[in-house]
């Protein structure tokens, strides 16, 4: 991908247009988001597979952050209460996995490539709203690191980024986790509020699908690749200024559908995910459960839209904690959510224990 340097600002105007019940934006052109078909395409992740779901009740995470990187961590470098200890300080990695030496042994190899794996989990696709920190949780999936690619990963990832998005409408809520990278390319691939100018690099991409490894193809992404100017002569980078462009968007600021220039030249395993992202699923990520919703957005797919249909919304699935699967509160209302907002970040790192409580209301949907 090389270096993209974020905007908070569009980001928290993109951030107050969505709306948790539907997973989109609502916008004066209508309701956009982002699908599986999005994730695909601009980070390259598959996103069928199996369910990012693995049982983390009573997991030793001291011993197993020992077992897999090869380093005892010390108590203070774990942060959270109780059960939920789970957020490794992100300098004790910096601090212990930046250097690796030539010729070393395979298995401190593979511990750095563990760590690294860790890390991109913990700064790119799962990131912490305190920002200090990584989620030792991503551990169980790194276990057994030649069938990585048995998960979807995409639907991982989307999943945690709409329960980001959905969490950051709480009115107390000051930071914002999830996948910002994926988010911030969303938004400049479809709408023009806030982007700088995308180099044009087509025949860079076709040249490197002719002549590399397919599998090593640049993803949509790269377009984006070090890119710092701007066509725009409005203030960059200024909340109410973005705020008063996503209010008067029109249809002329709005690409639909940006990829169809591109899906021919995408990694094999992109090819298909279009039709991955037309599919009304729930995204899963161990307690996270979260529906893509496409059928709200099918003018980005290239499809007329008619009228929106029916949105039925569980608020019992927004109050799922890492407490045994019990909901605060359980009136499953306003109030409840809003008060849950306030602890769920120690919570949620302790995860779903009482799996068949989670699966019932999985079945729900």
């Known amino acids: 991908m090389g270096w993209l340097d974020y ?21 004066p052109v209508g309701e956009m988001t982002i699908t599986l078909d999005d994730v695909s395409c601009l980070l390259g992740m598959r996103t069928d597979g199996e369910a990012m779901c693995l049982n983390n ?21 774990f942060k959270g209460k ?9 300098t004790w990695l910096k601090n212990n996995f930046s250097d690796l030496e030539i010729n070393a042994p395979e298995q401190k190899v593979e511990q750095y490539c563990g760590a690294y794996m ?62 910002i990278m994926l988010l911030q390319l969303w938004a400049w691939e479809h709408i023009t509020v806030g982007r700088p100018v995308p180099k044009d690099v087509l025949k860079e991409l076709q040249d490197m699908a002719n002549y590399g490894d397919e599998d090593e193809r640049p993803t949509v992404g790269f377009l984006w690749k070090d890119c710092t100017q701007y066509a725009d002569i409005k203030p960059h980078r200024h909340l109410p200024t973005h ?48 529906m893509h919703r496409p059928e709200r957005v099918l003018r980005q797919f290239g499809y007329a839209m008619e009228v929106l249909p029916n949105c039925e919304y569980d608020k019992r699935l927004r109050l799922l904690f890492g407490r045994g699967g019990v909901p605060r509160g359980g009136g499953g209302g306003e109030e409840d959510t809003e008060d849950a907002g306030e602890h769920e970040e120690e919570e949620e790192a302790a995860g779903i224990t009482d799996y068949v409580y989670f699966l019932d209301y999985v079945l729900l949907i």
């Open 82 to 90: 109780g059960r939920s200890k789970i957020l490794l300080k992100r």
């Open 57 to 77: 009740k009573d997991v030793d995470w001291k011993g197993k952050v020992t077992q897999l990187l090869g380093k005892e961590i010390p108590e203070l470098e």
């Open 243 to 290: 705020r008063d462009q996503f209010d008067s968007l029109v249809d002329t600021q709005v690409v639909w559908t940006p990829y169809d220039a591109f899906r021919h030249i995408l990694p094999p395993i992109v090819a298909h995910e279009k039709t991955m992202g037309l599919l009304t699923v729930p995204l899963i990520y161990f307690w996270i459960v979260e």
């Open 118 to 179: 860790l890390a991109l989990c913990g700064d790119v696709l799962f990131t912490e709203a305190s920002g200090d920190c990584v989620s030792a949780l991503s551990l169980l999936l790194l276990e057994d690191m030649s069938v990585l690619d048995r998960w979807a990963w995409g639907s991982g990832v989307l999943a945690y980024l709409y329960r980001a998005l959905c969490k950051g409408t709480h009115k107390k809520r000051k930071n914002m986790g999830g996948c």
């Open 7 to 27: 905007d908070s600002r569009l980001i928290s105007a993109l951030q107050e247009h969505w709306r948790p019940e539907t997973h989109t934006c609502h916008l």
